[in-house]
């Protein structure tokens, strides 16, 4: 399953501030149906089919026009494994592992 990081960054917002725009799109992307995320501190985890990845994207990237952005930088990051099943938790427990495993073996 493909999975996505977003970073969407509204500019000329008059404030330094950007967390009520995040926040905004947290709400956006709960009425997006066929994904799963998860909030970071620098971005967006997304994961779900591609083209459900990709409508997450558009909506969290018009999000910020919508409260008053009049510009908006959107970068994205897919990561999509077609060799066997993936998520953000099973690339990080396979990191785990490899931290906590003898040296030796």
Known sequence: MPIAEVTVIPIGTGSTSLSAYVADMQRVLETVEGVTY??????TIIEGPLQRILAAVEALHES??????QRVSTAVKIDDRRDKSSSSR???ESVERKLHADPAE
């Open 64 to 69: 910020p026009f919508t409260n008053g952005a």
């Open 38 to 43: 998860e909030l970071t501190s620098m971005g």
């Open 90 to 92: 099973s690339k990080l």
